[in-house]
């Protein structure tokens, strides 16, 4: 059984969700006396207001756990999954808070999409909650060679972070170095790239470049300039996740062949049905 509150392009709402005029959320789940008993799916994107909507979820799991259901919440991006290791004395490691949280509110399971920290597909478990991670490396590649009209194409990936994408495909992973924090506008904080790097050859070739998200774009510029300089012929920039903060797409549309993205986060270029994945493998 299969419930959502809020992925209208994908399915009808069946989940009451609103706001009290103070901003507090507000959930309803109706005919929840039948799910006792039952494994409840829940289809929830976790972004873009990722505080919010993780509290919506966190509300949902526990209304249906006292209902005696089975939840489990089906959320394509994971949000705070890039802070699964600290730095710095006293910072927070939200990843594992996260999921110890979601696990406490009654999740049975988490089924997402190329979940950072897990860099490599199939179920596990982190901070107490079992996780089902699924790949979406091989539609990615397999819309990329539907663009390519059956031209051949070389496949990487921006870092060996995203190096499971690409393997199984030939693939070969470049080399990214961060740098120290830097402060943003604001409160804004990220790491500068320090160098992002190449040990093979992509002259003459086409090259999907394959990364699990896409968030401000640039590592994707980066790596786009590099396999340029390298002589690349036709460029493609493929991401599970695209978030494409400030002008980042517009830079990618400008520097690349083609962009595109799952619909795990919707934006003019999520080509890549992860429903269909999701039911493929029996998932939903
Ligand atoms: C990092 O390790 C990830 O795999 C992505 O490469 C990264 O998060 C993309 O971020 P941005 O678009 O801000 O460079």
Redesign the pocket.
Known sequence: MLISPNCADLMKPDVEMKTFPDGDAYIRIPGIAGLGGKEVQVLHRLYPEQDKCIFQAMLMLDTLRKAGAKPVLVSPYLPYS?QDKTFLDGEALSAEALCRMLKSAGAERLVTLDC?FLKKEGRMEYGGLAIENVSMGEALINHAKKLLKGEEVEVI???E??SYLVEGHGGKSMH?V?GEYAQGEGRET?RK?AKLEREFDVGGKNVLIL????????????AVENVRKGGAKKVLCA?TQG?F?KD?LQKLKASCDWVFTTNSIPSGVSEVDFMSVLKSKGLI
């Open positions: 890039r950072h990936s921006p870092d972070g995203a990214k961060r990220y790239i990364d699990d998200m896409i968030s401000t774009g640039g590592t994707m510029v980066r991401a978030f903060l980042s």
